[in-house]
Structures are given as structure tokens and as C-alpha cells.
């Protein structure tokens, strides 16, 4: 069965904060985005969740998050160990029912309002490099990094 409202969305988020987290704090943060992400998602009109990963690296420390569920439950592996004032998140979404671009809103609403106290967020949308090249010999959306740390 073929259907063509499949979308898929790559971007990686620069966090920075004006002083050290706590790492339970960024964890917490983490979550509520990816919970919020997927929520917003079924919102704006996704019939079907792929799944919607991330991998999250604050210093050393990488955790996982994965939601595959329409219950929005986020999966988390890993721990952050350490205060630190910077937070990278390599996200993908691969879902049924929205275009890419209204799930680059979501994103991009979702991590302003998600990591509060934070002076900056930076979104580099990973999508966009590919369609701008025609060597497709590279994986713009880095699936096997994120694969890598994931169940």
C-alpha cells in the first residue's frame, strides 16, 4: 500500500542558557519537547506516527528519546551527568498526514516554548542541504548516529 502523505523532517537544535542546568532540569526539558513535538504533531494532523527520535548531547552526555505511539509517551535512554550550559538535538520525524513544512513550525514553536530560561535556539534544518544537493552519497539525517544510541 502507497500512500503520499508521508513527510519526513531532519533538524538539529542549538540550545544555549546563560548558566549552567541542573541535569535533571535538562532532561525534564528534553522530554517536554519531544512530548510536545508529537502532540502538536497529531494536533496539526498527523494520522500516523513512524516514529519521532532524537539524539540530545549536553557536554559528553548523550540520551535518546523515541516516540512511536499516537500516546505521545517518550522513551528516554540515557542520563545527563553534568550541569552544562549548552544542549545539541539531532531530531527526526517520519509521519503520515502533515507536509515538512508544518512540522518545521511545530519544531521550531515547540523549542522556543520548551526550553525556557534560555537565551538562544538555532534551528538547522538537515532536510534542506539535501535537496539543495544532487550527491546523495552522504546521510543528510544522520539516522545512524541517532540509530546507534536507540534500542
Known amino acids: 500500500m502507497t500512500s503520499n502523505?508521508?513527510?519526513a523532517?531532519?533538524?538539529?537544535?542549538?540550545?544555549?542558557?546563560?548558566?549552567?542546568v541542573p541535569p535533571e532540569r535538562m532532561?525534564?526539558?528534553?522530554?517536554?519537547?519531544m512530548g510536545g513535538v508529537a502532540l502538536?504533531?497529531?494536533e496539526a494532523g498527523t494520522t500516523l506516527i513512524g516514529h519521532i527520535k532524537c539524539l540530545a548531547e549536553a557536554g559528553?552526555?548523550?540520551?535518546?528519546?523515541?516516540i512511536t505511539e499516537h500516546s505521545a509517551k517518550v522513551r528516554s535512554r540515557g542520563s545527563f551527568e553534568n550541569p552544562e550550559d549548552h544542549l545539541e538535538v539531532l531530531i527526526n520525524i517520519l509521519q503520515y498526514g502533515l507536509v515538512k513544512e508544518e512540522m518545521e513550525r511545530i519544531v521550531t514553536e515547540r523549542g522556543e516554548r520548551s526550553f525556557p530560561g534560555r537565551d538562544t535556539v538555532e534551528i538547522e534544518d538537515l532536510g534542506a542541504e539535501c535537496e539543495e544537493e544532487d550527491d546523495h552519497d552522504h546521510d543528510h539525517l544522520d539516522h545512524?548516529?541517532?540509530y546507534e544510541h536507540l534500542d
Not at 9 to 20: C, D, E, S, T
Not at 27 to 33: A, P, T
Open 5 to 7: 502523505d508521508f513527510a
Open 9 to 20: 523532517y531532519a533538524a538539529r537544535l542549538h540550545i544555549a542558557f546563560p548558566a549552567p
Open 27 to 33: 532532561l525534564d526539558m528534553l522530554e517536554s519537547f
Open 40 to 42: 502538536d504533531c497529531l
Open 60 to 66: 559528553d552526555d548523550p540520551v535518546t528519546c523515541s
Open 144 to 146: 545512524e548516529h541517532i
